[in-house]
C-alpha cells in the first residue's frame, strides 16, 4: 500500500520484475520486502506468486505433495503454461497496461530451469512461454546451492521438501539456472543475510528503474 504522505510516482509504461532461483532461495521473502519498500516509495506495485490459484495451480500443487509417477514431464509443463496464461491475461497484461510495477514470485523461466531438468528442451520452453508471456524488462536470480536450499525449507520454514525440491533435482534445476544469459538477468547471492539480500535486490531494482526513461 503507498504511503498516504507519499507522492505516487506515475511511470511511462509498467515494468515486470521476475524474482527467480531454486526452492529455499528466498524468493517469496524478498518479492513481499520489495514490492512493500517500492509502495512505501509511491511506486504503483503489483505482487503475483506462480503458480496461482486456478485449477491448473492447485493440480500443481497436488502433484507437489504425492510425486511425479503418474504424471509426465509433458503433462507438467501444459499445467505451468495453462495456469501461467490465467495469469497473463487475467493479472499481468492488466497491471503493465495501467502502467504498474508487477513483481513476479516465479515466472517463466522457472519453468525453463525445472521443466528443462526434466528432459524438455529448453529453448522450446522459452518459445511456448513468449508467445503468449511478457519478456521480463529485469529477472533477478536468487543463487543458493540446493543444499542450503533444502535446509533452509526444513529448518527454516518448519517445512517438509516436496517432490520438486529434492536435493538430485534441484542440482539439474540449478545447472540450467547458471546457463541462461539473457540481457535482463541479475544474479544476486542468496546465501548472504536476509536484510543483505533484500539491500542488493533494492538496489538492482532502483538502479534499473534510475536507467529508464519512465516518467
Do not use: C
Amino acid at each position: 500500500m503507498i504511503n498516504d504522505t507519499t507522492s505516487v510516482k506515475e511511470l511511462r509504461h509498467g515494468i515486470l520484475i521476475a524474482i527467480e532461483g531454486i526452492d529455499g532461495a528466498g524468493k517469496t521473502t524478498q518479492s513481499k520486502r520489495l514490492e512493500s519498500d517500492l509502495a512505501m516509495e509511491g511506486y504503483r506495485v503489483i505482487y503475483l506468486k506462480e503458480p496461482t490459484d486456478s485449477k491448473w495451480g492447485r493440480r500443481i500443487r497436488e502433484i507437489a505433495q504425492v510425486g511425479r509417477d503418474n504424471t509426465s514431464p509433458e503433462e507438467e509443463l501444459y499445467l505451468f503454461t495453462e495456469d501461467r496464461k490465467k495469469d497473463v491475461y487475467r493479472n499481468i497484461i492488466p497491471a503493465l497496461e495501467d502502467k504498474k510495477i508487477v513483481i513476479m514470485d516465479r515466472y517463466y523461466i522457472s519453468s525453463i530451469a525445472y521443466q528443462g531438468a526434466l528432459g524438455i528442451n529448453t529453448k522450446k520452453i522459452k518459445e511456448m512461454n513468449e508467445e503468449f508471456a511478457p519478456v521480463p524488462h529485469l529477472a533477478i536470480i536468487l543463487e543458493i546451492e540446493p543444499k542450503l536450499g533444502i535446509s533452509r525449507i526444513i529448518i527454516g520454514r518448519g517445512e517438509k521438501n516436496n517432490y520438486f525440491e529434492r536435493e538430485k533435482d534441484l542440482k539439474k534445476v540449478k545447472e540450467i539456472f547458471d546457463s541462461l544469459n539473457e540481457p535482463y538477468i541479475v544474479r544476486i547471492d542468496a546465501s548472504l543475510p536476509e536484510d543483505q539480500v533484500h539491500r542488493e535486490i533494492k538496489e538492482v531494482v532502483k538502479r534499473f528503474i534510475r536507467n529508464q526513461d519512465i516518467y
